[in-house]
């Protein structure tokens, strides 16, 4: 079914939900996984323009990215890790097909009406602007629904 799932990575507790959910669907397709986080400081949104080092931010967070997926790989997932910088939905869209992705798996934290205006919606964002299948798994999600 899927041979390349797409997890953007927040690094918050929110991952922990997507990483299960996606750990099992690997598992049960026999697909790779590529974890991407979308680093979005000063420093990540200017990296390239003003030739700027990687921030400390962005540092921990490819930390976080390397340790998440070696979790999967101990699990005997094949999984890869992309640190982008820039806008979480641009990103995570171009991510999705240089990457050759057939889904994209997300964590939601279940914003509604106006949080989800003042806040905005990346997983809103990125469903519509890619062609590839969107997994949304809201954060709280009962135990045992996958």
């Known amino acids: 079914m899927y041979q390349r799932i797409l997890v953007p990575l927040e690094n918050t507790r929110t991952d922990r939900v997507i990483v299960a959910h996606v750990r099992t669907l ?17 420093a990540a949104r200017n990296f390239a323009q ?8 962005m540092r921990r967070d490819r930390a976080y990215l390397d340790a998440v997926c070696e979790e999967l790989h101990a699990d005997g997932l094949p999984c890869e890790a992309v640190l982008a910088c820039g806008n979480p939905a641009d990103e995570i869209s171009s991510a999705a097909e240089r990457e050759g992705a057939d889904l994209i798996a997300m964590a939601t934290h279940g914003h509604r009406g106006l949080n989800d ?18 997994l949304m798994v809201r954060e709280g999600q009962p135990k045992g629904t996958v």
Do not use: N, W, Y
């Open 50 to 57: 003003l030739d700027l080092r990687e921030s400390e931010e």
């Open 117 to 134: 205006l003042i806040r905005g919606s990346v997983a809103s964002e990125v469903r519509h602007r890619t062609h590839v299948p969107v």
């Open 26 to 42: 690997a598992r049960q397709c026999g697909a790779s996984i590529v974890l991407i986080h979308v680093a979005d400081g000063f």
